[in-house]
């Protein structure tokens, strides 16, 4: 059973800074990979970063440049560093681990999570 923890949302102001935090449990890294996506309300889900198959950081449009996926294997946990942040960029951020057969681990952050394996959320505010 996955188990992800998401901490570090907030409220801040246009150009502020936030870092996200997951802890994960109840994954394997060979089967899983980890990322984050978003849901603002009304809306569908959004990829925001991703750990692809081939390992590399893979960002949506919208963050690239602003957003830094990170993760530390040995320690299950999953960070994202978002700066220079927008109104825009509300919503509600999840940590999420699907198995590395999915859209998600292929296709990066143009795909969103399916599998239902992801956390509680955070909420995420930036006012302008």
């Known amino acids: 059973q996955v188990q992800l923890v998401e901490s570090g949302g907030g409220s801040v102001q246009a150009g502020g800074s936030l870092r996200l935090s997951c802890a994960a449990s109840g994954y394997t890294f060979s089967t899983h990979c980890m990322g984050w996506f978003r849901q603002a309300p009304g809306k569908e889900r959004e990829g925001v970063a991703v750990?692809?198959?081939?390992?590399?950081?893979n960002y949506a449009a919208s963050v690239k440049g602003r957003f830094t996926i990170s993760q530390d294997i040995a320690k299950s946990t999953l960070d994202l560093q978002m700066n220079s942040l927008k109104p825009e960029d509300t919503a509600t951020y999840y940590c999420?681990?699907?198995?590395?057969?999915?859209?998600?681990?292929?296709?990066?952050?143009?795909?969103?999570?399916?599998?239902?394996?992801w956390g509680q959320g955070t909420q995420v505010t930036v006012s302008s």
């Open positions: 750990f692809d198959n081939d390992g590399r950081a």
């Open positions: 999420a681990a699907e198995r590395r057969d999915s859209p998600f681990c292929f296709n990066g952050a143009s795909s969103t999570p399916q599998s239902g394996d």
